[in-house]
């Protein structure tokens, strides 16, 4: 760790300040704003693209150098670790400053490719956590994240089942009743490669990605911080020598029909429903989901049973009629996609009351997000034909 902290000193040609520490809207976003100058940026693991110096990253960097602010580099390894320096300085002309400055950026493009966890596993919750502390010492800032957000440690863990399906709103709860929330106030963060990955680590389908990205939105926006999104693709690989991080796998249901039927069960994901109604966050999406089962029963002329499912959060008067609701909400696409209405049977809401349930709650009776979402479904089954 040593030898990294020379490197980027030498890198920055500035003076290291800090030391190490373990782990305790669209478009290109305006740099122009009253957050102070000084600048955070968190990347470095196996599974996600090396960190670049993007137009909106740049002029960051650019006015800490006006301004001779701080600057941090977060490893986002299991175990991250924390660098810092000063840029900017004293010049005697223009041509110096405008050389220096020249230069500095260089460098700090340079030191980012340095930046490599000594580590396995992935937590870029916890290096944001290390960061808002640091800019919170520097009297505000800017948060950049250059990472997949895929952690795979930590609080953020996506290895765990449906964490991916996850509602923001279940892990803005479940992360206030941890007190997993920095305090972000006054913070401007910038999202940049959320969801873009690295080999091995598979790429996320655009639902996918979207899901994440809105995690992290709620998440950030909860801690206090003003969120922008930097929309530039991150597609290279990731840092070199970077220790391994387990593959993060696309979520699935765990179903299988029940004897003499076929059927698909669709996550909260392909059937994304607004949190608390029957109202679809994006008909498009359920729509392709969708269109499996259309063509199944083309041909077959069986009438389809279509069932809800909910997590356990609200208790039956309020998920039962939820679910029945949403599955009559998935049976009325699935008309308009062509399905004649003579080919739709039952509409069943069950709740939280199905085979496939996984329990939902955890200590203190606060609502597990990944279980809630794998109980978040709806159900489409028909006879099975020779």
């Not at 640091?134 to 990472?147: D, I, R, S």
């Not at 039927?261 to 966050?281: I, M, N």
Request: aromatic share 4%.
């Amino acid at each position: 760790m040593r030898r990294l902290l020379i490197l980027i000193g030498v890198v920055l040609g500035a003076a290291v300040l800090g030391g190490c520490g373990s782990s305790q809207t669209s478009g290109h976003s305006d740099p122009r704003v009253s957050f102070p100058a000084a600048v955070a940026i968190v990347s470095g693991d196996a599974n996600s693209p090396s960190a670049i110096v993007t137009p909106t990253v740049e002029a960051l960097l650019e006015r800490a150098f006006r301004e001779n602010a701080g600057l941090a580099l977060v490893d986002a390894g299991g175990r991250p670790r924390f660098y810092s320096v000063s840029l900017g300085g004293d010049f005697g002309n223009a041509d110096a400053y405008q050389a220096a400055e020249s230069q500095q950026i260089s460098q700090v493009t340079l030191a980012l490719d340095r930046v490599v966890p000594n580590t396995g596993q992935s937590d870029p919750w916890t290096a944001v956590a290390e960061a808002v502390g640091w800019l919170q010492g520097q009297g505000g800032g800017t948060l950049v994240v250059e990472n997949s957000g895929l952690g795979t440690v930590g609080f953020l863990n996506y290895l765990i089942p449906g964490l991916l399906d996850a509602a923001p709103t279940d892990l803005v709860a479940f992360a206030r009743a941890n007190r997993e929330l920095p305090d972000a106030v006054g913070i401007r963060a910038v999202l940049l490669g959320i969801g873009w990955t690295a080999s091995p680590q598979t790429k996320l389908g655009v639902t996918e990605r979207s899901s994440l990205i809105a995690q992290w939105v709620g998440l950030l926006r909860a801690a206090g911080a003003s969120v922008s999104i930097d929309e530039t693709p991150l597609t290279g690989l990731g840092p070199a020598d970077a220790p391994k991080v387990s593959i993060v796998r696309a979520p699935e249901i765990n179903w299988t029909p029940p004897p003499g039927t076929c059927g698909q069960a669709f996550s909260s994901t392909e059937l994304h429903f607004v949190v608390g109604t029957a109202k679809l966050l994006d008909p498009a999406i359920a729509i392709a989901a969708l269109r499996h089962v259309v063509e199944e029963l083309d041909g077959n002329h069986e009438a389809a049973t279509i069932t809800g499912t909910t997590s356990s959060e609200g208790g039956n008067a309020i998920n039962l009629p939820l679910s029945r609701d949403r599955a009559e909400v998935a049976a009325r696409l699935l008309e308009s996609m062509g399905l004649p209405r003579s080919q739709i049977g039952k509409i069943v809401g069950l709740g939280s009351h199905f085979a496939g349930y996984v329990p939902d709650i955890g200590p203190g009776g606060v609502l597990l997000p990944g279980p809630a979402a794998e109980n978040r479904q709806v159900i489409v089954t028909w006879a099975c034909t020779q």
